[in-house]
C-alpha cells in the first residue's frame, strides 16, 4: 500500500503522486488533506522539503 509522504497515513484514493521537483527521482504521495493545508513533505531520496 502507500503511504503519504507527509503524514504517513495509507492512501487508496484521493491522493497526488509526482516525483521529486529538485532530484527528479522520489516518488511523493501526497493525501488530499495534506495537499490542501500545505503540510510540508521532505523527499527520502535528496531531503527537499516542500509544500
Do not use: H, L
Amino acid at each position: 500500500m502507500e503511504q503519504c509522504t507527509s503524514c504517513n497515513i495509507e492512501v487508496t484514493q484521493d491522493y497526488t503522486t509526482f516525483k521529486c521537483p529538485k532530484c527528479g527521482k522520489a516518488k511523493i504521495i501526497r493525501c488530499n488533506r495534506c495537499k490542501s493545508t500545505s503540510k510540508p513533505y521532505k523527499c527520502p531520496e535528496c531531503n527537499f522539503i516542500g509544500p
